[in-house]
């Protein structure tokens, strides 16, 4: 019996094997395009677990078959993609299960669109939003540890993800939470799939306390390698293995239920904007705005701006606004254009508060300050549709990119290093330098300035032949350089696999032999998105690039 027929015998989801369907899910938002086998789209939970205790079964029968969860499949490192079986979670399992109190319990499949439109009814949200928040889906979120424009102040996905429900190899689906000191040694007596998971990583992470504590990273933000080191809460006494499944990119199981904690935001914005023509005012300006404690503060740089004023159409449609209305609108930007040139970075710092003067107030305060100590150019958005002009060229930056290049492909293969803030005025100029040395690499900058994090883009001519050489080179160039500051290779995009070649050389040989032990206790079997993250080889990815040739 051929697989599709088998898995449609016992599967009430759909099985699908069209060349419309495999090409469909052949790519995410990365250079990669690899076709699936197979693609299913499970009912529920039932589902999931027939699937998985099928694959392992044909596993042990010797098969080369695994399962690759998918979500909205907007990731960026080719994490969602495989040769063998995708799991799509957005046709079926998108619903919102309910809220108890400040806590929403949901499927992976849901957008977070949909999410957030009615955790709004209650007045929360999930503030770990990216800015893909209109494309992908909880599921992806939860696999990538995503962040974004509100990490300054809330943080990201692992912060709000207070229970999991994952199928394991065994076919059975399990619920992961923080247990306390009673629960936890209760699970290391347990004879039982769970019971042995939990007892080999408690006495991974005791016997190897030091080297897990030291490899936390040195940044505010980090999707890289699997968080071993915020499992155990020494002074709570609190064992929570949800920190080692949140970002771990479907490796380790498939995720089917998640419970979040929500937050009340502030109710009212205003939004300062900064057009910095002087590079090396830059770490004069981020030190100081961050005095001012902006919920937010982004940045995107002359590349972007410029393609967003090319593309500000496709801005009417996306604002939904009028677009002779939006065209007066971004006069102002024409003219400064015209007459002072385009900035070199424009920063956004977002200052919220209970009432509208007081979120007003902040934001004058912070405006002037920044005037009279640096001289630069600024204003504050009169208006919220304002204010939505600038965060759209921030959250599109990358969207415009991919959709509007012709001949180049936007490639993302340096999209998200971080560094300390206070080291981005040196750490900036060396990473241009680097970029600049290669003539076939124009590039965008957009990023999270106040968390040091920065999504580079380069366009790149996918039929030209030097493609993969530049980017081994510039890769490696530009994570030598971030790792000579002590800084992630991935703030939230994670590893996937454009960067797990480079894991090891971020996190050194024994914390990544930890990871590795890691995948092996959580799914010893091999059946959950193999070749990701670890166990990566640099030249089988470069190979699954789609050269369009
Ligand atoms: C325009 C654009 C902007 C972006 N901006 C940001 C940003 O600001 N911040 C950011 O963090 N990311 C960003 N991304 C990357 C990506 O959109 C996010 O990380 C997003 O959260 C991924 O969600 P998804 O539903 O699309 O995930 P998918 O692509 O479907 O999956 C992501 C990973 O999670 C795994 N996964 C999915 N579902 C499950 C499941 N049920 N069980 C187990 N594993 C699962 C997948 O196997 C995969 O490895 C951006 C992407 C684009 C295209």
Not at 186 to 199: A, N, S
Not at 288 to 314: G, L, Q, V, W
Not at 440 to 447: E, N, W
């Amino acid at each position: 019996m051929n697989l599709a027929r088998e898995i449609r015998s016992f599967f009430k989801g759909d099985v699908e094997i069209s060349t419309k369907t495999r090409n469909e899910y052949s790519r995410d938002a990365s250079l990669f395009r690899i076709k699936p086998e197979i693609v299913v789209f499970p009912k529920d939970v039932t589902d999931v677990c027939n699937l998985v205790s099928f694959v392992a079964k044909k596993k042990r029968e010797g098969a080369h078959i695994s399962l690759t969860a998918r979500s909205g499949g907007t990731d960026m490192t080719g994490g969602p993609l495989s040769d063998s079986i995708v799991v799509v979670f957005t046709r079926y399992m998108n619903h919102l299960k309910g809220f108890v109190g400040e806590y929403a319990i949901v499927e992976p499949g849901m957008y977070y669109r949909d999410f957030d439109a009615e955790t709004k009814k209650h007045g929360l949200i999930l503030p770990s939003y990216p800015a893909s928040r209109e494309i992908c889906a909880i599921g992806g979120m939860v696999g990538n540890n995503a962040g974004g424009e509100k990490n300054l102040k809330y943080g990201k996905t692992e912060h709000y993800v207070k229970k999991i429900t994952m199928v394991l190899g065994d076919g059975r689906p399990y619920v992961f939470k923080p247990l306390h000191k009673g629960e936890w040694e209760q699970k290391l007596q347990e004879h039982t799939v769970e019971g042995d998971i939990y007892r080999r990583m408690h006495d991974m992470i005791v016997s190897h306390h030091a080297l897990v504590e030291k490899a936390r990273p040195a940044v505010s933000k980090n999707s890289s390698g699997y968080n071993l080191w915020d499992i155990w809460d020494e002074n709570r006494e609190v064992f929570d293995l949800t920190k080692v499944i949140v970002g771990s990119q479907g490796t380790l199981g498939i995720i089917t239920n998640i419970t979040f904690q929500l937050v009340r935001p502030n109710p009212h914005s205003a939004l300062v904007i900064l057009f910095l023509d002087d590079m090396k005012k830059l770490g004069g300006v981020i030190k100081r705005m961050m005095r001012h404690k902006p919920e937010s503060f982004e940045s995107y740089d002359d590349n972007t701006f410029r393609i967003a004023i090319k593309y500000f159409p496709e801005f009417a449609v996306r604002l939904k606004s009028n677009f002779f209305k939006l065209a007066i609108s971004f006069f102002p930007e024409l003219w400064m254009m015209l007459t002072r040139g385009i900035p070199k970075l424009v920063l956004l710092a977002e200052f919220t508060a209970k009432t509208p003067k007081e979120a007003r107030l902040m934001a004058e305060k912070a405006e002037k300050d920044m005037r009279a100590s640096f001289g630069i150019r600024t204003k504050i958005a009169r208006t919220n549709a304002e204010a939505e002009k600038y965060w759209l060229m921030r959250r599109e930056s990358f969207n415009l990119l991919r959709k509007h290049t012709r001949g180049l492909r936007a490639t993302p293969f340096i999209d998200d290093v971080v560094v300390r803030p206070e080291q981005v005025p040196e750490f900036l100029p060396k990473l241009e330098k680097i970029i600049n040395e290669y003539d076939d690499l124009i590039y965008t900058v957009a990023g999270h300035m106040g968390d040091g994090n920065f999504h580079v883009i380069p366009l790149m001519d996918p039929k030209n032949k030097r493609m993969k050489q530049i980017i081994r080179e510039v890769a490696r160039r530009v994570y030598d350089l971030v790792l000579s500051y002590h800084g992630s290779i991935s703030g939230e995009h994670n590893d996937g696999l454009i960067r797990g070649a480079y894991v090891e050389d971020m996190f050194g040989k024994d914390v990544y032999g930890l990871f590795q032990e890691t995948k092996r206790i959580f799914d010893p079997d091999g059946i959950f998105n193999p070749g990701k993250k670890i166990n990566v080889s640099l030249e089988q990815s470069l190979a699954k690039i789609e050269t369009g040739s």
